[in-house]
């Protein structure tokens, strides 16, 4: 209030929000939300590297078994 009397202008103080508090936490809010999605995408990628070697493992089997196959029918 820019004009009125100390006790109503210490009331509409009073009534203001308290910005530093809310940005406090909301500021904690937003870093366990990127804390979170860290941990989550290093799941995903831990997820896709161990599915990578299964993927190439299986594929190197076969192509040994392959290689055997045409080698017994060869031999």
Do not use: C
Request: hydrophobic share 60%.
């Amino acid at each position: 209030m820019l004009v009125a009397p100390p006790e109503l202008a210490e009331l509409a103080r009073l009534a203001l929000p308290d910005y530093a508090r809310q940005f406090d936490e909301w500021l904690a809010q937003a870093r366990t939300a990127f804390e979170a999605a860290k941990h989550a995408e290093e799941i995903e990628r831990n997820r896709l590297e161990a599915g990578a070697v299964v993927f190439t493992v299986v594929m190197a089997l076969n192509s040994i078994a392959a290689l055997v196959i045409v080698a017994l029918l060869l031999g």
